[in-house]
């Protein structure tokens, strides 16, 4: 997959900080932000992921078995 450019405003602190942090530890910008924005997407998901199972978890009461369900189709 290529890469793109994404421009965003972000407060002078915080970019300070970022480029002195990655300067600090031999980290390329794109690199950076690239992994940040993988990994909160990969926590946002997951928590949406955890509370899909807490919302339909008393509706598991009333599944039937798999096999059920196709016998029951005709599979």
């Known amino acids: 997959m290529g890469k793109v450019t994404f421009a ?3 407060s002078e602190k915080i970019i300070k900080d970022f480029k002195a942090f990655c300067k ?5 910008y794109s690199f950076f932000v690239e992994e940040a924005i993988r990994r909160k997407l990969e926590e946002e998901e997951l928590k949406e ?5 807490k919302t339909h978890r008393k509706e598991e009461e009333l599944a039937i078995p798999f096999e059920e369900y196709l016998r029951e189709r005709g599979v």
Not at 24 to 28: F, M, S
Not at 49 to 53: I, K, R
């Open 8 to 10: 965003i405003k972000i």
């Open 24 to 28: 600090e530890h031999g980290i390329k």
């Open 49 to 53: 992921d955890l509370l899909d199972l």
